[in-house]
C-alpha cells in the first residue's frame, strides 16, 4: 500500500447515513485511508450529503465553498459528495462547484476506493447507479477494531410509500431488505467488539422481508426475535417505521421480547385527514390512534415518538388544530418537527406553498406542545427505576453518561463502572434534555 491517507468525512441527515459513513469509512481504510477529525491535513474530504429539505441541501453547497481555499493550497485534496444530494443531483454538483473530483450515491459507495483511484489520476468520477450488488457484503472483511457499545444495522433500505413530499424514493430507490443471515453475521461480529445494543435501520424498517437461508421471508419481528437469542446482545432497537407496515407480530413483540426496547419512533406526520390524503399518506388519523392504542396494550410504558410536518400546502388553521389534538391525544416522549420544504421532483413542489410566517408560527406552537409533554414525561421518571447502558463518561470526574430503556440520557456518578456496563438507576432529577440518577 502507498504511504497512509487521511480521510475527512462529514455525515448530515439521517441513521442511516451514519451506518453509511462507518462503512464508506472501512472501504477507504482498505485503500490505504485513516480518518482525521479536521479537514485542514485531509487528503480526501467526503460529505455524507441529506437532500430530505432545502436547508439540509443548500448547508453541502456552503461546506463546499469554504473548502475552495484548502484545495487551492493543497491541488492533491480530493474532494467528493456522497448521499442523497450526490443521488439526487449527480453532476449538477460537479458544475455547480468545480473543485468537486467525485459523487458517489448512497447504492454505489462499496465502488469508492475505484473511484477514489480514478480521481488520483486527474480524472472525475461519478456512480449514482443502483446495482444489484449488495454493496455491504462488498465492504466485508472490515477491521476488527473494538466499538462502542451502541451500533447501528442497516436492514433495510429505500421506500416505495412516495408520501407526496418526499425525495427518499427518489435518492433511496425501492425497499429492499438485506438476507436474514447476513444480518445476524453482522450482529454476532458486533457483539464480539463490545457491542451490547443494535438499533435496526430502515427508512421503512418495519416493511422489512429478508430471505432467510431456507428461502422463506422473515418479518422484522421474527428477526428481532433470532436476534433475542445473541449472547452478549443486551438491546434491540428499530427505526423508522411507518404505521402502515406495524404488523401484530411486532406489536405483539413489543410485549413479549425483553430484548427489545420500550421506545417506538412513528412518524404521524399530521393530524388532518385532508392533509393526510394530500400527503398520499396512506394512513389516516383514527387508523393511527387506534394502532397506538394497541401498541399501548401491548407495552402500556413504551415512549412514543414522532415527526410532523407543519404548513403543508392547504394547511388552514382547522387542519393545524387537528395536529395539535392528536399530539394532546397521542403525549410524545420525543419528536421531531419541521416546515414544510418543496423539494424538486417531488409531487408537493407543484402546488402553492402557504404563508412562510404562518408556518413559523405553527412550527413554534407545536414545539412548544411537545417540549412540554417531553419535559412532563421526563418529569414522570423520577423516582423510577430504569436501566441504563453507560455510553461514555461525563465531564465531571466519574461522572457517566448513558440510555435509559426509554431512551433518555441519564447522568450519574458510578466510580467503579465501564463503559459498557448496563447499570440499574434510580432517576433523582429531571433536567432540560436529561436525567440525573443514582446507582441502585
Ligand atoms: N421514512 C421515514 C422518514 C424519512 S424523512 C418516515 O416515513 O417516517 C424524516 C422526516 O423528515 C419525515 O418523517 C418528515 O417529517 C420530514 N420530511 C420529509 N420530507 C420533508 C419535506 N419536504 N419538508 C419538511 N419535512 C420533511
Ligand atoms: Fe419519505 Fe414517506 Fe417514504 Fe417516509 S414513508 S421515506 S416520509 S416517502
Ligand atoms: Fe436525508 Fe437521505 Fe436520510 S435525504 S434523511 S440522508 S435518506
Redesign the pocket.
Known amino acids: 500500500m502507498a504511504n497512509e491517507k487521511k480521510l475527512f468525512i462529514k455525515t448530515y441527515g439521517?441513521q442511516m447515513n451514519v451506518y453509511d459513513s462507518e462503512r464508506m469509512v472501512e472501504a477507504m481504510g482498505g485503500a490505504g485511508y485513516t480518518t482525521t477529525d479536521t479537514p485542514d491535513d485531509a487528503d480526501m474530504i467526503l460529505l455524507n450529503t441529506c437532500h430530505?429539505?432545502e436547508k439540509a441541501a443548500e448547508k453541502v453547497y456552503s461546506e463546499l465553498g469554504r473548502f475552495k481555499g484548502l484545495k487551492a493550497e493543497k491541488p492533491d485534496l480530493k474532494i467528493g459528495v456522497a448521499g442523497c444530494v450526490a443521488q439526487a443531483e449527480g453532476e449538477e454538483i460537479m458544475r455547480r462547484q468545480p473543485i468537486v473530483d467525485l459523487v458517489v450515491g448512497p447504492q454505489a459507495y462499496h465502488r469508492l476506493p475505484e473511484m477514489e483511484a480514478k480521481t488520483q489520476q486527474g480524472a472525475k468520477a461519478l456512480d449514482t447507479d443502483f446495482p444489484e450488488e449488495d454493496k455491504f457484503e462488498k465492504l466485508k472483511g472490515r477491521p476488527k477494531a473494538k466499538r462502542g457499545p451502541a451500533a447501528f444495522l442497516t436492514v433495510q433500505e429505500g421506500?416505495d410509500k412516495f408520501?407526496a413530499?418526499?425525495v427518499?424514493p427518489y435518492t433511496r430507490g425501492a425497499e429492499v431488505s438485506r438476507p436474514v443471515e447476513r444480518i445476524l453475521t453482522e450482529a454476532r461480529d458486533l457483539v464480539e467488539r463490545g457491542v451490547r445494543e443494535i438499533t435496526l435501520l430502515g427508512?421503512?424498517v418495519n416493511a422489512y422481508h429478508g430471505l432467510s437461508g431456507g428461502g422463506d421471508s422473515w418479518s422484522l419481528a421474527k428477526l428481532i426475535w433470532e436476534l433475542d437469542k445473541v449472547d452478549g446482545l443486551e438491546r434491540i432497537r428499530f427505526t423508522?417505521s411507518?404505521p402502515n407496515d406495524m404488523m401484530d407480530d411486532l406489536i405483539e413483540a413489543h410485549g413479549t421480547c425483553k430484548k427489545l426496547m420500550p421506545y417506538l419512533h412513528l412518524?404521524v406526520?399530521s393530524g388532518s385527514n385532508k392533509i393526510l390524503k394530500r400527503m398520499n399518506r396512506s394512513h389516516d388519523r383514527d387508523s393511527y390512534l387506534k394502532l397506538v392504542e394497541r401498541i399501548r396494550e401491548a407495552r402500556p410504558d413504551i415512549l412514543l415518538s414522532g415527526?410532523?410536518?407543519v404548513g403543508f400546502p392547504e394547511e388552514t388553521e382547522q387542519d393545524f388544530q387537528d395536529t395539535m389534538d392528536l399530539i394532546e391525544e397521542v403525549k410524545y416522549g420525543q419528536a421531531?418537527s419541521?416546515?414544510?420544504?418543496p423539494?424538486p421532483g417531488t409531487p408537493a413542489a407543484e402546488r402553492a406553498v402557504i404563508d412562510d410566517a404562518t408556518a413559523s408560527e405553527r412550527l413554534y406552537r407545536l414545539q412548544a406542545l411537545i417540549t412540554q409533554q417531553q419535559r412532563e414525561i421526563q418529569d414522570s421518571m423520577v423516582g423510577r427505576e430504569v436501566s441504563v447502558l453507560l455510553e461514555k463518561n461525563g465531564r465531571l470526574e466519574g461522572q457517566m453518561v448513558g440510555k435509559s430503556e426509554y431512551l433518555h440520557s441519564v447522568h450519574l456518578t458510578a466510580e467503579d463502572a465501564q463503559i459498557g456496563d448496563l447499570v440499574r438507576v434510580k432517576i433523582v432529577k429531571s433536567r432540560t434534555n436529561s436525567l440525573a440518577g443514582e446507582l441502585v
Open positions: 439521517c430530505i429539505r421506500c408520501c413530499f418526499c427518499v427508512q421503512n423508522t411507518h412518524p406526520q415527526d410532523f410536518i421531531f419541521f416546515k414544510y420544504s423539494r
